[in-house]
């Protein structure tokens, strides 16, 4: 109930305020545990890419929003866990597995941070090895225009956001260059539908 109520609020923020555009919510699995990985630019990223679709979206949170006791109570209900960063934290790892084994979908930013400037960063090593795990199929999901809400002359800019085809890991889990490979392709993609996005 509490998932749902903000879900279809921040649905109404971004196709009313933000005029959002929304590609290919049809490669998204119906059901059984999938992998959300997309670009990230600013804090809306977060709930623009779960309120758009309609299954929910668990996701790994820094762990400084739970200081607050209210907020942090309040994202703990929409399916946010604590994260470490910069830091290898296998308590986060572990929650991350566990929403996929329990056939639900996980949201990940594999650049680990904001780009400010809104272009892609490095991927790090940790979507990549969250889908060897567990074998769930990662959705690249590329995200426009949110780096310029508030800034850089945008203040309400178009939002557009496209979901991929699903692709899997089939590599060995234990080399860490089958998972960085499999990490640069998952962003290859997401920079394809990012220019993809730029044409529409």
Same mark, same amino acid.
């Given at each position: 109930?509490?998932? =749902?109520?903000?879900? @279809?609020?921040?649905? $109404?923020?971004?196709?009313? !305020?933000?005029?959002?555009?929304?590609?290919?919510?049809?490669?998204?699995?119906?059901?059984?545990? !999938?992998?959300?990985?997309?670009? @990230?630019?600013?804090?809306?990223? +977060? +709930?623009?890419?779960?309120? $758009?679709?309609?299954?929910?979206?668990?996701? /790994?949170?820094?762990?400084?929003?739970?200081?607050? +006791?209210?907020?942090? =109570? *309040?994202?703990?209900?929409?399916? &946010?866990?604590?994260?470490?960063?910069?830091?290898?934290?296998?308590?986060?790892?572990? =929650?991350? !597995?566990?929403?996929?084994?329990?056939?639900?979908?996980?949201?990940?930013? +594999?650049?680990?941070?904001?780009?400010?400037?809104?272009? $892609?960063?490095?991927?790090?090593?940790?979507?990549?090895?969250? &889908?060897?795990?567990?074998? *769930?199929?990662?959705?690249?999901? &590329?995200?426009?225009?949110?780096?310029?809400?508030? &800034?850089?002359?945008?203040?309400?800019?178009?939002?557009?956001?496209?979901?991929?085809?699903?692709?899997?890991? @089939?590599?060995?889990?234990?080399?860490?260059? =089958?998972?960085?490979?499999?990490?640069?392709?998952?962003?290859? @993609?997401?920079?394809? /539908?990012?220019?993809?996005?730029?044409?529409?």
């Amino acid at each position: 109930m509490f998932y =749902a109520f903000f879900q @279809h609020l921040f649905r $109404l923020l971004f196709y009313t !305020v933000f005029r959002a555009r929304v590609y290919g919510r049809e490669n998204i699995p119906q059901e059984g545990a !999938v992998i959300l990985a997309a670009n @990230h630019a600013s804090n809306i990223d +977060p +709930p623009l890419m779960a309120s $758009l679709i309609e299954r929910p979206v668990s996701y /790994m949170a820094k762990i400084e929003l739970f200081e607050n +006791p209210i907020f942090g =109570a *309040a994202i703990r209900r929409c399916h &946010a866990f604590p994260v470490k960063r910069g830091e290898s934290d296998r308590g986060a790892i572990k =929650a991350a !597995v566990g929403v996929l084994r329990e056939g639900r979908i996980l949201g990940l930013f +594999p650049e680990g941070t904001r780009s400010k400037t809104g272009e $892609l960063q490095k991927a790090e090593a940790g979507v990549a090895l969250i &889908a060897a795990m567990t074998g *769930a199929p990662i959705v690249p999901v &590329a995200i426009l225009n949110s780096h310029r809400i508030f &800034a850089n002359g945008g203040f309400l800019p178009q939002l557009r956001i496209m979901y991929g085809v699903p692709i899997s890991f @089939h590599g060995d889990r234990k080399s860490k260059e =089958a998972l960085d490979a499999f990490s640069s392709e998952v962003m290859g @993609h997401i920079a394809q /539908m990012k220019d993809e996005l730029k044409n529409k």
